[in-house]
């Protein structure tokens, strides 16, 4: 891929927004573009990463492994989405490596920065580090709700706050796969949204569903 079609791809990342024409190219060239298929993994847990993951592309999901060699899902990121969190850019010689594994759900278009360049060229601009700590802020976030998920919800909730605040990826996505990402079994989501149509809460469209009492919907997790 060209330099040219790299600087188009870092325009469009809101971290970088506040970089020049001569930032950009220069980012660009420290950048990379790389392509994985479907069901492969693209970085392992504790792996140490010499580069910034970018998801220009494609759906992954972030996963840990326990001692019995099972696999514990954490979280599903789309496009337009930083995998490697840029957080990681503020830890010098971080001991742990990355927190989790990524495995790619389909073809994937990733854009890798490599991260010491960056660091020595980047990390002193103002507005690069108050986008590196509203990127933190976002992790923060998405643990907060792996955290509710997991240990504080119940099914209902788990469905509730799915569907009030992912609903276009709740319907684009398999029954069987939205069960797996909240760690239910696709029977026990089946009862529930049977349950949230019977009181009203959502409606069934060709298989879609339709949120009809959206305040009634949050006061479930909220």
Not at 9 to 15: A, G, S
Request: aromatic share 10%; with cysteine; hydrophobic share 40%.
């Amino acid at each position: 891929m060209t330099n040219s079609n790299i600087v188009e791809k870092l325009k469009n990342i809101p971290l970088f927004y506040s970089l020049n024409n001569d930032e950009m190219e220069l980012l660009a060239s420290i950048s990379k573009v790389e392509l994985y298929p479907k069901g492969h993994t693209i970085f392992y847990e504790k792996e140490k990463l010499d580069y910034i993951y970018f998801l220009v592309k494609g759906t992954v999901k972030l996963y840990k492994v326990d001692r019995f060699d099972s696999e514990i899902f954490l979280n599903r990121l789309e496009e337009n989405s930083f995998i490697y969190t840029v957080s990681n850019l503020c830890v010098e010689n971080d001991p742990l490596g990355v927190f989790y594994s990524v495995e790619a759900l389909d073809e994937c278009q990733i854009l890798l920065i490599e991260v010491k360049k960056f660091k020595s060229l980047f990390l002193t601009k103002p507005e690069i580090m108050k986008g590196i700590l509203q990127e933190s802020y976002q992790s923060i976030l998405q643990l907060q709700y792996i955290l509710n998920r997991d240990i504080v919800y119940d099914g209902m909730a788990k469905v509730a706050y799915k569907i009030s605040n992912e609903i276009d990826t709740f319907n684009n996505m398999k029954k069987h796969e939205v069960a797996y990402c909240l760690h239910l079994q696709p029977e026990t989501l089946s009862r529930i949204l049977k349950k949230m149509v019977r009181t009203g809460l959502i409606e069934m469209q060709n298989g879609k569903v339709k949120v009809k009492n959206i305040e009634e919907l949050k006061n479930i997790y909220e």
